[in-house]
């Protein structure tokens, strides 16, 4: 599978079908890591949840 960089297009929220220039995150901190919580600068649904990293990683 090829992965193709296509600068000419914004990719559209599966919210608010709002054009994403931006997008948000927050970090969330726990006892053994942190995570990445993204989200839509429009409507602020959670578009996606990074993986867990543990302490070792930062």
């Excluded at 559209?12 to 990445?36: A, T, W």
Aim: hydrophobic share 35%; aromatic share 14%.
């Amino acid at each position: 599978m090829e992965l193709v960089s296509k600068e000419d297009i914004q990719p559209i929220c599966p919210h608010c079908q709002q054009p994403m220039s931006s997008l948000f995150f927050k970090v969330i901190r726990g006892f053994l890591g942190k995570r990445y919580v993204y989200f839509c600068p429009h409507c602020h649904k959670v578009l996606g949840v990074s993986h867990r990293k543990g302490f070792w990683m930062g």
